[in-house]
């Protein structure tokens, strides 16, 4: 015992005895039903006997009695044992009986340690080495309890069930107070009494959470992941670290003299500070994964965790892909740094074929020193490694490539396969991984030797093979992502070269009524005014269609679909802060046409009515309408364009009196590209005026009558300025 009890603590222990003599009757009345019901069962009955001695020594003496320790220490024992038999299985230990002796020989002479320090220290006065040893077995014993009960515990989230949850906390009390109690005797010399009279009550308060974990669930097994483990097996390296430290600390104090504090306390932050860099050592972590691997699983990898988080590091933020596309590679190297940590590789490099056929390097993850820039022709797919890389997805040891090279005097294994000299030069290569694409070999991955040594058995090779299969799918489709993007730049070139066809074609049209018009008035003074003025328009056109043409080509497709806003093929859009006057662009434009029809009116024009856009592009967008009304009239028929404001929009409408249009084409044909109904048409001047209008926030509507004409409606935002739009003063 901890102390002396005084009649609350006697009272409070009583209490502790009925309790788990009650959950030891019940369990026991249950025969066997649940799987650890037994167990717990003789877990509950020595406790209900340490609880019961504590009560009935301390009833008639004040004197500590060494058998009560005694009684403790199986209570402590006992439910550890119950935690032993319930992570057995999925620790492995069923599996490596070796394993299973190592942990019970700790735990039993932990247990003996403590019987036999309990027994020295009976009736002693100042034993403080001992007593000091006895206190450390104690807190080690419910360490242990605890790192046991957090893998329960974390299994029972994981899919355990709520009774694991139950148990887990309901012994979790139990040892959670001895930790409490025998840190602070350890660091005081002696518990408070309040706590050493409290813990019959603190322990019988375990009895109905331990109760209901077997009402609610049989806690039949659970499932233990590697993770859980690594965590669990490193908080106890930690604990044990710690303890021993202390324990050293202790007597360095003791044998200091006037300096044993600033000694202690200075060893103490030494020790911590080198726990901390070995504990956070990359190598260090390696090390115990592997080493929990071999001795407490089956199979070496959680293949739902090593795939899901093969997957996370390719994708990564959802950019890769995209950054791959604007000309960096980071794709590749997530391919690299997601096959490497598999294995705890710290480096890797991507090789591809190049225009010759030999692969050379196009990607590297965190491997500095590699000076290969190519594999050579040792690797081409008609050479020995090539096919063996690509026919029989042989994971490359370049080990055993160079022992061969020694042993076979000449560098040739049992295969044939010989080691390169740049493989003989640099050890730290360590291994191949082909990367096969639908039968054909598209890269190979080389990996930086693992800082921890490791013999490699199939289980890594098939996930190695694996691995590489599903990175050649994720190059594949980056491959084909950029040729796809690549012949789409060249679809918009075409289309946007369309367009510009389609505008020259109308500047021709006018150039050629100039022509015409010229032999007949050419001795006219206004009319050799008008040439000149038509003739610099049209050079002035030509000119923006050119630099339009240019700077898409040059932008690429990335450019042209930043710029735009709807459509899949579109115009771009205004520059920000551009004011174009619609009632401006009207005017200039209704000179040329009139000479070629005459009987078009302008209405509304005489006031300014500004939008946010390119004047150029919504020139051309009116333009497209007007030829069109245009090529639909008969000679004189009327031809209306109309400019008005409506609300905070500028409406413009073009109106003929022409052959008009059923509503099946205006909804089929009208705004489709490349389809027209005209001789010679391009059929694009109704698309891009609708894209245009659209690129500008606006939208175009039609109304139409065979026979009747046609009226088209454009609707454009008005330019907001200061939160009031801009208006004829």
């Given at each position: 015992?901890a102390g002396?009890?005084?009649?609350?603590?006697?009272?409070?222990?009583?209490?502790?005895?009925?309790?788990?003599?009650g959950l030891a009757?019940?369990?026991?009345?249950?025969?066997?039903?649940?799987p650890?019901?037994?167990?717990?069962?003789?877990?509950?009955a020595?406790s209900a006997?340490?609880?019961?001695?504590?009560?009935i020594?301390?009833?008639s003496?004040?004197?500590r009695?060494p058998?009560?320790?005694h009684a403790?220490?199986?209570?402590?024992?006992?439910?550890?044992?119950?935690?032993?038999?319930?992570?057995?299985?999925?620790l492995?230990?069923?599996?490596?009986?070796?394993?299973?002796?190592?942990?019970?020989?700790?735990l039993?002479?932990i247990v003996a340690?403590d019987?036999?320090?309990?027994?020295a220290?009976?009736?002693a006065?100042?034993?403080p080495?001992a007593?000091?040893?006895?206190v450390?077995?104690r807190?080690?014993?419910?360490?242990?309890g605890?790192?046991?009960?957090?893998?329960?515990?974390?299994?029972?989230?994981?899919?355990?069930?709520?009774?694991?949850?139950?148990l887990?906390i309901g012994?979790g009390?139990?040892?959670?107070?001895?930790?409490?109690l025998?840190?602070?005797?350890?660091?005081l010399?002696?518990?408070?009494?309040?706590?050493?009279n409290?813990?019959?009550i603190?322990?019988?308060l375990?009895v109905?959470?331990?109760l209901?974990?077997f009402?609610?669930?049989?806690?039949?097994?659970?499932?233990l992941?590697?993770?859980?483990?690594f965590?669990t097996?490193?908080f106890?390296?930690?604990?044990?670290?710690?303890i021993?430290?202390?324990?050293?600390?202790y007597?360095l104090?003791l044998?200091?003299?006037?300096w044993?504090?600033?000694?202690q306390?200075?060893?103490?932050?030494?020790?911590?500070?080198l726990g901390?860099?070995?504990?956070?050592?990359?190598?260090?972590r390696?090390?115990?994964?592997?080493w929990?691997s071999?001795?407490?699983?089956?199979?070496?990898?959680?293949?739902?965790?090593?795939?899901?988080g093969f997957?996370?590091k390719v994708?990564?933020?959802g950019k890769?892909?995209?950054?791959?596309l604007?000309?960096?590679?980071?794709i590749?190297?997530?391919?690299v740094?997601?096959?490497?940590?598999?294995?705890?590789?710290p480096g890797?490099?991507?090789f591809?074929p190049?225009?010759?056929g030999?692969?050379?390097?196009?990607?590297?993850?965190?491997?500095?020193s590699?000076?290969v820039?190519?594999?050579?022709?040792?690797?081409l797919?008609?050479?020995?490694l090539?096919?063996s890389?690509?026919t029989?997805?042989?994971i490359?040891?370049?080990d055993?490539?160079r022992v061969d090279?020694?042993?076979?005097?000449?560098?040739?294994?049992?295969?044939?396969?010989p080691?390169?000299?740049?493989?003989?030069?640099?050890r730290s290569i360590?291994l191949?991984v082909?990367?096969?694409?639908?039968?054909r070999?598209?890269?190979?991955?080389?990996l930086?030797?693992?800082?921890?040594?490791?013999?490699?058995?199939?289980?890594?090779?098939?996930l190695?093979?694996?691995?590489?299969q599903q990175g050649?799918?994720?190059?594949?489709?980056?491959?084909?992502?950029?040729a796809l993007?690549?012949?789409?730049?060249?679809d918009?070139?075409n289309?946007?070269?369309a367009?510009?066809?389609?505008?020259?074609?109308?500047v021709?049209?006018?150039?050629?009524?100039?022509?015409?018009?010229?032999?007949k008035?050419?001795?006219n003074?206004e009319?050799?005014?008008?040439?000149m003025?038509?003739?610099d328009a049209?050079?002035t056109?030509?000119?923006?269609?050119?630099?339009?043409?240019?700077?898409?080509s040059?932008?690429g497709l990335?450019?042209?679909?930043?710029?735009?806003k709807?459509?899949?093929?579109t115009?771009?859009?205004?520059?920000?802060?551009?004011?174009a006057?619609?009632?401006?662009?009207?005017?200039?434009?209704?000179?040329?046409?009139?000479?070629?029809?005459?009987?078009?009116e302008?209405?509304?024009?005489?006031?300014?009515?500004?939008?946010?856009?390119?004047?150029?592009?919504l020139?051309?967008m009116?333009?497209?309408?007007?030829?069109?009304?245009?090529?639909?009239s008969?000679?004189?028929?009327?031809?209306?364009?109309?400019?008005?404001?409506h609300?905070?929009?500028?409406?413009i409408t073009?109106?003929?009196?022409?052959?008009?249009?059923?509503?099946t084409f205006?909804?089929?044909?009208?705004?489709k590209?490349?389809?027209?109904s005209?001789e010679?048409?391009?059929?694009?001047?109704?698309?891009?005026?609708?894209?245009?209008?659209?690129?500008?926030?606006?939208?175009?509507?039609?109304a139409?009558k065979?026979?009747?004409g046609?009226?088209f409606?454009?609707?454009?935002?008005?330019?907001?300025?200061?939160?009031?739009?801009?208006?004829a003063?």
């Open positions: 015992m002396v009890l005084s009649g609350i603590g006697i009272a409070s222990h009583a209490v502790a005895a009925v309790a788990f003599a009757t019940l369990l026991a009345a249950r025969r066997g039903r649940e650890f019901a037994m167990p717990v069962t003789l877990a509950a020595i006997l340490w609880a019961a001695s504590a009560a020594v301390y009833l003496t004040t004197v009695n058998w009560v320790g403790e220490t199986l209570r402590t024992a006992a439910w550890i044992g119950v935690l032993i038999l319930i992570v057995h299985r999925p492995g230990f069923d599996r490596k009986p070796s394993s299973s002796f190592m942990l019970a020989a700790a039993g002479f340690l019987f036999v320090l309990g027994a220290l009976a009736g006065a100042a034993r080495a007593f000091l040893l006895f450390a077995t807190i080690v014993l419910a360490i242990s605890l790192v046991l009960l957090h893998n329960i515990y974390v299994s029972a989230q994981d899919g355990g069930g709520p009774g694991f949850r139950f887990a012994i009390v139990i040892f959670a107070y001895d930790l409490n025998y840190t602070l005797q350890f660091l010399g002696e518990a408070p009494s309040s706590l050493i409290s813990r019959g603190a322990n019988a375990a109905p959470l331990i209901l974990a009402r609610e669930d049989k806690p039949g097994g659970f499932s992941s590697r993770e859980v483990a965590n097996i490193s106890s390296v930690i604990g044990l670290y710690l021993v430290m202390s324990v050293l600390a007597f104090r044998a200091g003299g006037n044993g504090v600033v000694l306390v200075s060893f103490l932050t030494l020790t911590m500070i901390a860099l070995v504990i956070l050592s990359p190598r260090f390696a090390v115990l994964r592997v929990i071999r001795n407490f699983y089956r199979y070496r990898y959680d293949y739902r965790k090593e795939w899901l997957i996370d994708a990564g933020d890769a892909m995209a950054a791959s604007a000309g960096a590679q980071p590749r190297e997530r391919i740094e997601a096959t490497a940590s598999v294995l705890g590789s890797g490099a991507l591809e190049g225009p010759t030999v692969f050379q390097q196009t990607a590297r993850w965190h491997w500095r590699l000076e820039e190519e594999l050579g022709e040792e690797f797919p008609s050479s020995t090539g096919h890389l690509g029989d997805l042989r490359l040891d370049f055993d490539l090279h020694a042993s076979h005097d000449g560098g040739k294994d049992g295969e044939g396969a080691c390169p000299a740049w493989a003989l030069a640099d360590w191949a082909p990367m096969v694409h639908r039968g070999l598209i890269a190979i991955l080389l930086e030797r693992s800082p921890v040594v490791r013999d490699l058995n199939w289980e890594d090779y098939d190695l093979r694996t691995l590489g050649a799918s994720y190059l594949a489709e980056a491959a084909a992502q950029a993007d690549e012949a789409q730049a060249f918009e070139f289309r946007r070269f367009f510009v066809m389609h505008d020259l074609k109308n021709v049209s006018q150039l050629g009524l100039v022509s015409r018009n010229a032999r008035h050419m001795d003074a009319f050799r005014e008008d040439l003025a038509t003739l049209s050079v056109k030509m000119r923006d269609l050119l630099a339009l043409l240019g700077k898409q040059a932008g990335s450019q042209v679909r930043a710029e735009t709807g459509g899949d093929v115009v771009p859009a205004a520059a920000s802060g551009e004011l006057d619609l009632a401006e662009i009207a005017r200039d434009m209704i000179l040329p046409f009139r000479r070629q029809h005459s009987a078009l302008l209405e509304g024009a005489g006031q300014p009515l500004f939008v946010a856009g390119d004047a150029g592009r020139a051309a009116l333009t497209h309408l007007v030829q069109n009304a245009i090529d639909a008969p000679a004189g028929a009327p031809i209306r364009v109309t400019l008005k404001r609300h905070d929009n500028a409406v073009v109106r003929d009196r022409g052959h008009g249009m059923s509503a205006i909804r089929d044909e009208l705004f590209p490349f389809r027209s005209k010679g048409g391009f059929g694009i001047g109704a698309f891009e005026a609708r894209e245009i209008a659209r690129a500008h926030g606006g939208r175009i509507d039609v139409s065979p026979g009747e046609t009226r409606t454009i609707t454009l935002p008005l330019a907001q300025a200061h939160g009031k739009t801009l208006a003063a």
